[in-house]
């Protein structure tokens, strides 16, 4: 065989082992999983709907996935040292990312997959069963300090708008402490000049109204936890379409949580 004839036969195997591998044998694999159907149980899964699907695009779009995975782990992997540092598996379903592993089934609505590679936040293939509270996902989305100070998440302020409210409050408005907000225009915890200033201008009523005494140390904390604590009256941050559609996709991955025959580790 001349060297010609051993390159291209050398090519030849090396793709079309990787087309097999890659392509063909996942291709037979997974072209028949179908969704889970049990008599007088919903099947699982079902293609996203609605404000849902609408919040995926924009989790797609603001690169919620560069620090996001949705894929839990099975117990052979993720390390954790327990009490009498024993190293040990499993850290994914330790950390309540799900009551199982994900597997293909999982993903066979979503085109495309949110996998996601980094594991910079927590997994959220299972969120909506973690922590179902939509006020709690747009206070944190609106401000991540809100809820760990730590956290190093970006704000996503531009999902909501701050306005006067005209006649009665709207029933979508967040109810935050005035020490929440983020943005200029939005009111944060005040520096001690700042908050001299508001006493001056403002103490005196404020006081009266609450039956604080505003000279003494513990009238100050008090009308200070009052001014941090209490919802602007007059002000309300309302989510956009935006807002709402993500945070009805968080809700809505529930990844995880439906037992199924193959996830069995
Ligand atoms: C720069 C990395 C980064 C990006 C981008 C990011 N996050 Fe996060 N996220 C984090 C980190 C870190 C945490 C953990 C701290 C916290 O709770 O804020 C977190 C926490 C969360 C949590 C709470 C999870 C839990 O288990 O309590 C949710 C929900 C969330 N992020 C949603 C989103 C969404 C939706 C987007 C896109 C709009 C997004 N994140 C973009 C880093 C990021």
């Not at 924009?58 to 996001?68: A, K, L, P, T």
């Not at 700042?194 to 000279?215: S, T, V």
């Not at 140390?217 to 936890?225: H, R, S, T, W």
Request: hydrophobic share 35%; with cysteine; glycine share 8%.
């Amino acid at each position: 065989m001349d060297r010609g004839m051993v390159i291209f036969l050398g090519a030849l195997l090396t793709f079309s082992s990787s087309w097999l591998g890659l392509i063909l044998f996942p291709f037979w694999q997974l072209r028949d999983e179908k969704p889970l159907t049990k008599d007088g149980e919903d099947p699982y899964p079902v293609p996203l709907q609605g404000l849902a699907l609408a919040g995926k695009t924009v989790y797609q779009n603001n690169g919620c996935m560069y620090c996001h995975t949705q894929q839990v782990r099975s117990e052979r992997f993720g390390n954790w040292w327990d009490a009498n540092g024993e190293q040990r598996t499993g850290a994914d379903i330790r950390r309540s990312y799900g009551q199982r592993r994900t597997v293909s089934r999982d993903y066979i609505y979503d085109n495309p997959t949110m996998l996601g590679t980094m594991r910079t936040g927590p997994d959220l293939a299972n969120i909506g069963v973690r922590n179902p509270s939509a006020p709690w996902h747009h206070t944190h989305l609106l401000n991540p300090r809100s809820a760990n100070a730590w956290s190093i998440m970006p704000s996503f302020a531009f999902f909501y708008t701050r306005e006067k409210v005209v006649g009665t409050r709207s029933d979508k408005a967040l109810s935050l402490g005035r020490e929440w907000t983020v943005n200029p225009g939005y009111r944060w915890k005040p520096s001690a000049k700042e908050w001299d200033a508001i006493l001056a201008a403002q103490g005196p009523a404020l006081a009266a109204q609450k039956g604080i005494d505003p000279a003494s140390a513990e009238g100050k904390k008090q009308l200070l936890d009052y001014w941090l604590t209490t919802p602007e009256e007059d002000y309300q941050v309302i989510p956009n379409a935006d807002g709402d559609a993500l945070v009805a996709y968080l809700l809505a991955l529930r990844k995880a949580e439906v037992p199924l025959p193959e996830a069995k580790e």
